[in-house]
C-alpha cells in the first residue's frame, strides 16, 4: 500500500461512466490518504459506487440541488471534484459552486487518442480546456517528452459496455421512485435507445457489408472525396461546444456549402456514428437534402464501415468536433472543424473558411503535429479503458496518481484563463 507522500485531501465523486472505474479511482486515492466521497442522483451512480462515503440526494435539480451540493462542499470541506461531462446540468451547478470555492475540478472522459487512452484534464474540456493552443508553446513544451508508446494495451467488447449500460439504466427507469426528482441529461428514454439498437443490430450484417463495397469503390477510384462522420445526438460537445442546436444544423450547413463551392468532380461520405441508436433517420436526412441540393448523385451515406480505411483515401475530414477529426491529423489529412475543439489549432487544421476548405483543403503541419500528440499524450491522457478489468485498473491507478501529485496537464499543458471560445449559438444557413 503506498504510504500517504502528501496532507490528505477531500475528493467528491459525481457522475461518470457506467463503468467500475471511478470507485477503483477512489479505492486507490485512499490507499494513498485521501478522503473519497460520492453523491448518487440516482439508482445506477448507487449501485456503480457500492463502497463507503456514498451519500443519496433525492431533492429536486436547479436551486434545490445548488443549495445542497455546495453545503456539502463546505461541510465536508472538500478540496477536490471528479466528474464526467461538467456540461450536464447538476455538473453545471456544481463545477459553479466548487469555483468559488476554490476546489480543484478534474474531468475524467474516453480518450481523445483512442481506442485504449483516457482523458484527464483540469476543468473541462473542448471550450473550457486549458490545454495550449499556441503552436509554438506546444513545440516546445513538447520537444523534452518522448514519443509515446502507441501499442494497444487494452481491449474492451461492446457486449461489456452495453451491459454496463443496461446495468447502470434499467435501475434509474423500474426504480425511478427512489430518486423521483432526478432529471435525466440525455436527449432519450433508455428504453427507446434499446429498441433502436436492437433494431441497428438486426440488420447489422447487411449494412456492414454495403459499407465495405462503397469504401472499396471509393478507395479504388480517382475521385476526390471528402469524409463528414456525425457525432452521437446526445454528445454535450456537439451540444454545448458548437453553433448548433441539432446535428441537422451542421449537416444543412456542411450540404450547402460543398452544393456551391466544392468542385464539380468531388464527392462528400457522410458516415454515420457507430454507436448511432437510430431514432433519427439520418440517411433520409441526408439524402433529402442532397436532392433538394441538386447533388444527390455526388453525396453518400455510410452506415457502417471502418474509418480509418476511410480516412486512407480521402481529401479530407469535416467535423463539428468529433475526435475523428483528431484520427485524421494523426494520419496527416487536412480537417475543418466547425464547433470548439481541443486540437482546432493553426497549423493543425484548417482555419480557412468551410466555403474555400473544398478547393485548397490544407493538411496539418508535421512538426506542429507530432508534438501535439506527445503533449496530449503526456498531459492529458492516461492508458487505459471504462469497460474491462485490466483497462479500468490501468485508467484508475493513472489517474489516482495524477490527482495525488497534482499533475493534470503537466508538464506543460495548462495555460488559464482557458484559450478557446465558446461558439455562440446561430441559425441554420438556408
Known sequence: MPAPQKPSRVFLFLQGPSSPIFAKIAD?????????????????????????????????????????????????????LVLLGEERPYHCIAVLAATRRGIEISVVEMGYLRPDWLTLERDGMSSNSHFPVDAGQIIRAAAILPE????????????AEAGYDLLYNLPNVFLWFLYPHYRRHAL????????????????????????????????????????????????????????????????????????GQAPDNALLVVKIHPL????????AHVNADAARLGIG?????????????????????????????????????????????????????????????????????????????????????????FYSRSGTDAGAEAIAVRLHDRTVNQPGGFVDPPPRQRPAKISPRR
Not at 214 to 227: E, H, R, Y
Not at 276 to 283: A, M, V
Request: positive net charge; contains cysteine.
Open 297 to 385: 448523385e455526388r453525396v453518400h451515406f455510410l452506415d457502417g464501415g471502418n474509418l480509418n480505411t476511410l480516412l486512407g483515401g480521402c481529401a479530407g475530414l469535416i467535423t463539428v468536433n468529433s475526435t475523428a477529426g483528431l484520427h485524421a491529423l494523426q494520419r496527416g489529412k487536412p480537417v475543418k472543424t466547425l464547433g470548439a475543439a481541443i486540437f482546432d489549432i493553426a497549423g493543425l487544421t484548417d482555419q480557412a473558411t468551410l466555403d474555400r476548405f473544398w478547393g485548397a483543403p490544407t493538411p496539418p503541419d508535421k512538426d506542429l503535429r507530432l508534438a501535439f500528440l506527445r503533449l496530449m499524450a503526456a498531459t492529458i491522457q492516461v492508458r487505459g479503458n
Open 28 to 80: 486507490r486515492l485512499e490507499e494513498r490518504g485521501h478522503i473519497c466521497l460520492r453523491i448518487n442522483l440516482n439508482a445506477g451512480d448507487r449501485i456503480f459506487w457500492r463502497r463507503k462515503n456514498g451519500h443519496d440526494y433525492r431533492g429536486r435539480d436547479g436551486d434545490a440541488w445548488h443549495e445542497h451540493v455546495a453545503l456539502f462542499m463546505d461541510r465536508h470541506r472538500v478540496t477536490d
Open 148 to 159: 509515446p508508446d502507441w501499442k494497444r494495451r487494452y481491449s474492451q467488447s461492446f457486449l
Open 276 to 283: 448511432d441508436n437510430g431514432l433519427i433517420d439520418w440517411r
Open 188 to 259: 432519450f428514454h433508455p428504453l427507446a435507445e434499446y429498441a433502436g439498437w436492437i433494431r441497428r443490430l438486426a440488420g447489422g450484417r447487411k449494412r456492414k457489408a454495403e459499407a465495405a463495397a462503397l469504401i472499396d469503390n471509393l478507395l479504388a477510384g480517382k475521385t476526390p472525396f471528402f469524409v463528414l462522420p456525425l457525432q452521437l445526438q446526445t454528445d454535450y460537445q456537439l451540444r454545448a461546444h458548437s453553433p448548433y442546436n441539432d446535428q441537422r444544423e451542421a449537416i444543412d450547413e456542411v450540404l450547402l456549402s460543398f452544393a
